[in-house]
């Protein structure tokens, strides 16, 4: 009897723990589909509240697709809905591309990164006044530290549908790429670099840069519905100004190398599942986890060689939502904004679209789907705290004056004045508020506020002293000491 007993009993148990755990497993899918369906229904609000025509979202995690979905319409005249195949416009994301390729090619020897532009032809391109001791090269170019401002406003405003090719529109307005400080020292941003960078891969190669992003990146990637040259009109929405109503015209970018990519939201995400796995798709290497290694990595700026957290790689940076570290890129393409980004905590990533030029919407967006993302991990990071030892801040105090600039000449009014207190260091930019520094290293220093690098106090090799955090550069001023001396 005991025995019967017993196996009745150890039957029920069995019972009633596989009926715990299907309970169980099937409360989490609930739970992640809860999660998923409000996450959508946020952003949703979101597109209504700011009169986005549609927006587009992929999701993916461990490796799958967890969530695809666009709502809203292709075109406001027409009324169509979007639709999950529609093509989009990714702007500035498009460098990622480009310098993925860069990386691919010196893993083959094809290229240099770190070799000077000038040993190819590229005459009559650009100007460096600094070319015999620190010559351009194809990094600093995807790195934003070549010493080039930005677009001119004939660049910004030419749209040639012939799609010429790159050793011509080079050659439209070289006077707009001058070097205006030396190379290798600072970030700022410069969408020409791009496409310089691009036509030193063609010259490289002796093929095209279209070319070269088909047979490099899409084909192996199954990025079969991806295009640089602009795809059939029928297949893209219709993007919007700020104001969600005014359709922008598709616009043919001077350089196609900075943002001329058009996607869907199926490729990007076999993309984002490339880069997360450092290289491999499906279970094949497609790239060494060194190439995306150099992808990733900020190199030619005095805060990258000084180890600072937060950098431009080859067209992918680095943030942080919540301690976590994202790393990706955002996209502007007249009518539509885009953001792609991933993180390794959890192997999770998205690309996030919407059909209207309204920046502060799409950063709400992006908040909503990045918390989403890492709903189940603990975001607490310990603030790196370095001991100030024997550091000498004296030398570094004093004023500083803006070096580097996108788009003009800087005001003097918005020069910075590092000071000390107490046992930190603050700054404060023209007339704006104290920020308090804390620091993480010897020239390195972290925002109080923040858990992460990224500012850089110190010298260059000659022994000129600047600040840089991310686009704000300064050099210490001393004019004044020169005057009185």
């Known amino acids: ?20 755990a299907l309970l169980a497993a099937s409360s989490s899918v609930m739970a992640e589909n809860e999660a998923e369906t409000d996450l959508l229904a946020q952003l949703e609000a979101i ?3 700011n009169g986005v025509a549609a927006f587009g979202l992929v999701v993916v995690e461990n490796d799958a697709i967890t969530v695809l979905s666009t709502n809203g319409v292709a075109d406001r005249i027409s009324g169509e809905p979007i639709g999950n195949k529609a093509i989009f416009r990714i702007g500035s994301i498009s460098k990622m591309f480009t310098g993925l390729l860069a990386a691919v090619l010196e893993s083959r020897h094809v290229l240099r990164l770190n070799e000077p532009i000038q040993r190819w032809p590229v005459a009559g391109t650009y100007s460096n006044s600094w070319s015999t001791s620190q010559p351009i090269t194809t990094a600093q170019l995807l790195e934003h530290s070549a010493g080039l401002t930005d677009l001119s406003k004939p660049e910004w405003d030419y749209s040639d549908p012939r799609q010429l090719p790159l050793k011509d529109t080079l050659r439209l307005y070289p006077e707009s790429r001058v070097t205006r400080w030396p190379p290798g020292l600072h970030y700022s941003y410069s969408n020409a670099g791009a496409g310089l960078a691009g036509y030193v891969m063609e010259l490289a190669t002796g093929k095209s840069y279209e070319t070269l992003i088909q047979t490099e990146i899409f084909e192996p990637l199954a990025m079969t519905s991806s295009t640089v040259l602009p795809p059939d ?23 196609r190398p900075f943002a001329a990519i058009n996607t869907t939201l199926e490729d990007s995400s076999r993309f984002i599942r490339m880069l997360i796995n450092r290289g491999e798709l499906d279970t094949k290497v497609l790239v060494k986890p060194s190439v995306i290694a150099r992808l990733e990595a900020a190199t030619t700026t005095l805060g990258a060689r000084a180890g600072l957290d937060k950098g431009y790689g080859l067209g992918n940076y680095n943030w942080y939502r919540r301690g976590v570290e994202f790393r990706g890129h955002g996209g502007d393409a007249d009518g539509y904004l885009s953001r792609l ?16 030029f ?24 310990d603030p790196i705290v370095a001991d100030r030892g024997q550091q000498d801040w004296a030398t570094l105090l004093g004023d500083y004056r803006r070096v580097s600039y996108r788009f ?51 010298p260059d090799e000659l022994g000129t002293i600047y600040f840089q955090s991310g686009s704000d550069n300064f050099q210490m001023d001393t004019r004044q000491d020169s005057v009185e001396n």
């Open 341 to 356: 980004g991933y993180t390794r905590s959890n192997n999770s990533g998205y690309f996030l679209v919407i059909t209207a």
């Open 408 to 458: 003009g000449p800087p005001a003097e009014t918005q020069n910075l004045q590092l000071f000390e207190t107490g046992e930190t260091l603050s700054y404060r930019i023209g007339s704006g508020r104290p920020k308090v520094l804390v620091p993480t290293g010897k020239n390195s220093f972290r925002h109080e506020s923040k858990d992460y690098s990224e500012v850089f106090i110190g």
């Open 358 to 381: 309204q920046g502060k919407t799409l950063r709400a967006m992006e908040k909503v789907v990045e918390t989403y993302l890492i709903r189940d991990l603990s975001t607490r990071r």
């Open 1 to 20: 009897m005991y025995k019967i007993a017993n196996s009745v009993t150890n039957t029920t148990t069995k019972i009633a723990c596989i009926f715990l």
């Open 233 to 255: 009109p029928n297949q893209l929405p219709v993007g919007y100004d700020s104001d969600g109503i005014t359709p922008i015209p598709y616009w043919h970018q001077i350089f």
């Open 47 to 49: 597109r209504q509240r």
